[in-house]
């Protein structure tokens, strides 16, 4: 079996111990005779699991206790629409930045719900980086501030947390949980479909604090209300079971593979940074990021040529670097490089990059 090197920007590589562990299990999980695919999530068995889950999380975070975590489906794409029936229930009114494609939904979707203000917005440069918060467009009395701290898909990330005052500040974390220390209580609410960086597709974590949550709008589907996912531990309904177990195994990895999140930035930071100085010194590739706004989890890159970006992505693809191929949306190339992808994995992809740029002198 030859694993290949996936840069996909999600669902993404795992942790080969992880998926090594979880094939060992899967027919039976400890001495439960039983697959953790096959358990009632009601099961002290699975419970067990769960609970270990969030326990995990919350050390990993360092999450304080007056923060509830949920464990949800629906993807990061239902929160667009969940935040604002929850949250904009006090004045109707919301603060958006618009850095990107995720950020422009949840924005459009808000819209439908309350009287949304725009802060700022990155489009006029093709979202290629992030605007400063101006505070004199920002509405003090807004119900929440929303932002998409990473942006999977350009490639840029926020440099600072913007400082709202005493309004909560909402962030999708979706491409960029885990891979480093972040300071949960600047934030008054989390999110992130999981299936970037903590576990496959099917789980969406919430991570909210406890005052913000128990009001939502009238007619709020039952399943979108925070509160009662809260008061039910995740479970008014089965979770995403063995997506939850995968992302438990994840988190030890974290801890005991890594050494927790202060080592896995350090580790991140290594990889992003063989990537970009190659690119800062490339004839052939480069960055359309400019320094300060750059993501570490995704590079985005292009040659300026259209025909020989694709050239590179069907020669890369033959030499097992897959789903380098940029977003539709933009083109050109993303590698995506999480928590799980190994050093050796961007190491080589230079390697092969600088061939490429060689062989097209
Ligand atoms: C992938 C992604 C989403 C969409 O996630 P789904 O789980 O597919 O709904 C939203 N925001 C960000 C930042 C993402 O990277």
Known sequence: MARVYNFSAGPSTL????LKKAASELLEYGSSGQSVMEMSHRSKVY???ISECESLLRQTMNIPDNYKVLFLQGGASSQFTMVPMNLLTKTGKADYMVTGQFSKKAYG?????GEINLVASSDDKNFSYIPELDKSKCNPNA??????????IYGTKFHYIPDTGSVPLVADLSS???????????FGLIYAGAQKNMAPAGLTVVIVREDLIGTTMDKTPTMYDYKLMADNDSMYNTPPTYTIYICKMVLEWIRDEIGGLEKMKAHNEKKAK????????????QSPVAAPYRSMMNVTFVTGNAD????????ADKRGFVNIKGHRSVGGMRASIYNAMPIEGVEKLVQFMAEFENAHK
Not at 109 to 113: G, H, I, L, T
Not at 143 to 152: A, L, R, S
Not at 308 to 315: I, T, V, W
């Open 47 to 49: 419970e067990e699991i």
């Open 176 to 186: 960029c949980i885990l891979s480093e220390p972040i300071d949960v209580s600047k």
């Open 308 to 315: 020989l970006d694709k050239e590179f992505c069907s020669e």
């Open 109 to 113: 979707e808000a819209k439908r719900y």
């Open 143 to 152: 119900d929440y501030f929303h932002i998409c701290f990473n942006n999977t």
């Open 274 to 285: 063989i990537l970009y100085d190659y690119l800062d010194q490339s004839q052939l590739f």
């Open 15 to 18: 942790p080969e111990p992880v």
